[in-house]
Nanobody, 127 residues
Framework: QVEVVESAGGWVQPGGSLRLSCTASGRAYPGYTMGWFRQAPGKEQECVAAIRRDDGHTRYSDSLKGRFTISRDGAKNRAAFQMNSLKPEDTAIYYC????????????????????WGQGTQVTVSS
């Protein structure tokens, strides 16, 4: 079984930054395609960023407008998620997800693409 563990989120003032990290472990896969999803109160879960297993290709939600960056954190079973210029509307539970598969770009943002999920971590942006 694969375990996905996110680092702790927290509280940030508007305009601030926060970095999350995620590790997938438990099986001897060569790496993972990893994604970050979020769910705000009263809203559906959405994919905000994803990074593909083999080539590190990334995909972002159009609404982020370059504020967030996903990257490998030293290995193909780890992903870092840097959030800058945070806004109150970024307040949500953030989930890391992973799959051992290597998907086409368009499918990387689909919840159905991922087999393993973390517990989620709360990020609150307020003054």
């Amino acid at each position: 079984q694969v375990e996905v563990v996110e680092s702790a989120g927290g509280w940030v003032q508007p305009g601030g930054s926060l970095r999350l990290s995620c590790t997938a472990s438990g099986r001897a896969y060569p790496g993972y395609t990893m994604g970050w999803f979020r769910q705000a109160p009263g809203k559906e879960q959405e994919c905000v960023a994803a990074i593909r297993r083999d080539d590190g290709h990334t995909r972002y939600s159009d609404s982020l407008k370059g504020r967030f960056t996903i990257s490998r954190d030293g290995a193909k079973n780890r992903a870092a998620f840097q959030m800058n210029s945070l806004k109150p509307e970024d307040t949500a539970i953030y989930y890391c997800a992973a799959t051992s598969r290597n998907y086409i770009t368009g499918y990387m943002s689909s919840k159905a693409a991922y087999d393993y999920w973390g517990q989620g971590t709360q990020v609150t942006v307020s003054s």
